[in-house]
């Protein structure tokens, strides 16, 4: 069974950091992009961060979150991470993963798989 299961999100002060996990079964995530994305009440949802198939590696993040987030993986572990660091209030979304193909990273479309997501709230 394909999953995609994301855990890590939580109640944070501004300035606080948070590792969110991204946890694949079912299918061989090396081969995948892995994307991060997010959805803020009443938002549309965004594309965060995105990283290459292992092969490649490559780096993908959005203007708002570039210096602050660092997405990873660990392919021996099927894991996928997202370091964020400096959050701030308008961070404050549900947080999706997302495995796909190459495009997934320049056009944050062509999802394969979804995870069911991580409530991130940055609140004081």
């Known amino acids: 069974q394909v999953q995609l299961v994301e855990s890590g999100g939580g109640l944070v002060y501004p300035g606080g950091s948070l590792r969110l996990s991204c946890a694949a079964s079912?299918?061989?995530?090396?081969?995948?992009?892995v994307a991060w994305f997010r959805q803020a009440p009443g938002k549309e949802r965004e594309g965060v961060s995105c990283?290459?198939?292992?092969?490649?590696?490559?780096?993908y993040y959005t203007d708002s979150v570039k210096g602050r987030f660092t997405i990873s993986r660990d392919n021996a572990k099927k894991m996928v991470y997202l370091q964020m660091n400096s959050l701030k209030p308008e961070d404050t979304a549900v947080y999706y993963c997302?495995?796909?193909?190459?495009?997934?990273?320049?056009?944050?479309?062509?999802?394969?798989?979804w995870g069911k997501g991580t409530l991130v709230t940055v609140s004081s």
């Open positions: 997302a495995a796909g193909g190459p495009r997934l990273c320049t056009t944050y479309r062509g999802m394969d798989y």
């Open positions: 079912g299918f061989t995530l090396d081969y995948y992009a």
């Open positions: 990283i290459k198939s292992s092969s490649d590696g490559t780096t």
